[in-house]
């Protein structure tokens, strides 16, 4: 992958590199005379993101593309991860030649607020004490997401973009984007993504963190400070989770019934299905990237999303007479952001006077296919990209 190119201008806003972030990043700092005002009513500073970009800026900074992580991304999303070392959690989309096309398009992607990459969030250093902000890190919701991204933006001379795409949590900023940020968004891609988390989905998120919070190195959200690390609370959190990105035949498809190196039951509770293994394996590999705090903070941030509720009640007021063009895309086996929450985005647009088009997926991988090998996908973020971008001037008609 090629390392963005930038203007001299670009280079004159000075992100600067971290000692908490990933060598291959940048980090864009903010101090106490710009802070981050957030929705719990506090204003947070100083702080800072980590990002990454790919491609080149052009003269008119007309052709950027902002990429919005899932709950368990970065800014690694074309690049490979500094502890996994497994490639960019969606090359599949976005490199030369891909459908984000970063021979075309300048792409940028920074770790959330609240994350564990660079990123301010409870991992980080409280300036005040010294000491990780743990619990006492304010709590964040997707909006204070995307206007810390803003804030970036306007760090790097970024008035418009181009696009913002991203599935799951990713979806829920682009559309808060679309919603508090219209005249900033050309195009918006919401993939997998609702306008508000259902009840069902907050339910998973609270078993998730209290197996967390039930570990005893949790330490009441103290374990940086105590040298503990609630990894077992964390693993169990991303098992139960994991499941809900799959589909039933996803599962079958891939383990079915089958043992895990033995043709009979042990008659224990060892992993003698193929299916635990691969549960553990999640679990087990997830502590090694992933904060703890930062999972209850960003689970938290997904359940308090409610667009409809931030404009009266009424779903198509945020997206009155927007000058954003829509695509939006979900799965016929995505059972955690089902079709029909897809369709109430669609709906809402077109009750808001909005231009959408709108594609279901069929296809057995459930909700995590918006990050696997899907080619219909593929060709309709291409087709949607290229017919704006003759619309914005940036493909020749």
Not at 46 to 61: C, V
Not at 88 to 97: A, H, R
Not at 144 to 171: C, K, P, W, Y
Not at 227 to 247: D, K
Request: charged share 20%; net charge neutral.
């Amino acid at each position: 992958m090629v390392e963005a190119k930038v203007s001299a201008r670009l280079d004159a806003s000075s992100p600067v590199r971290e000692a908490d972030a990933p060598r291959d990043s940048l980090v864009a700092r903010f101090g106490p005379d710009k802070p981050l005002r957030l929705d719990a009513g506090v204003d947070l500073a100083p702080f800072q993101i980590a990002f990454k970009t790919y491609g080149t800026l052009n003269a008119a900074r007309s052709n950027a593309v902002l990429i919005c992580h899932a709950l368990t991304g970065d800014q690694h999303v074309a690049s490979v991860h500094p502890v996994t070392g497994k490639p960019g959690w969606w090359e599949t989309l976005v490199g030369p030649g891909r459908p984000i096309d970063t021979e075309r398009y300048f792409v940028i992607c920074s770790n959330v607020i609240g994350g564990c990459l660079g990123t301010t969030g409870p991992s980080s250093t409280n300036a005040q004490t010294g000491l990780p902000w743990g619990l006492e890190f304010p709590v964040i919701t997707i909006r204070d997401m995307v206007r810390a991204q803003a804030m970036l933006l306007d760090h790097l001379g970024i008035e418009s973009l181009f696009a913002v795409a991203g599935g799951s949590m990713g979806g829920m900023q682009v559309l808060e984007w679309a919603a508090s940020f219209p005249q900033r968004v050309f195009a918006a891609l919401p993939i997998a993504c609702s306008t508000r988390h259902s009840a069902q989905n907050i339910a998973f998120h609270e078993v998730g963190r209290q197996a967390v919070m039930a570990d005893p190195e949790w330490s009441g959200g103290r374990y940086l400070t105590e040298g503990t690390n609630p990894r077992r609370g964390l693993a169990v959190a991303r098992m139960g989770a994991h499941i809900t990105y799959l589909s039933d035949a996803a599962l079958h498809r891939k383990f079915g019934r089958k043992f895990q190196d033995r043709s009979n039951p042990t008659f224990s509770f060892d992993a003698d299905f193929e299916v635990e293994s691969y549960l553990r394996h999640q679990g087990s590999s997830f502590v090694e990237r992933f904060d703890a705090n930062s999972y209850l903070y960003l689970t938290r941030a997904m359940d308090y999303f409610d667009i409809a509720a931030d404009h009266q009640g009424v779903l198509a007021n945020a997206f009155k007479n927007t000058p954003t063009r829509f695509c939006v895309v979900s799965f016929t086996s995505d059972w955690l952001f089902p079709t029909s929450e897809s369709r109430a985005i669609v709906h809402a647009l077109n009750a808001a006077g909005g231009r959408v088009s709108f594609a279901e997926i069929k296809t057995d991988k459930g909700h995590d296919a918006f990050l696997l090998d899907e080619p219909e996908l593929f060709a309709i973020v291409r087709g949607f990209l290229d017919s704006a971008g003759k619309a914005r001037g940036l493909v020749r008609a």
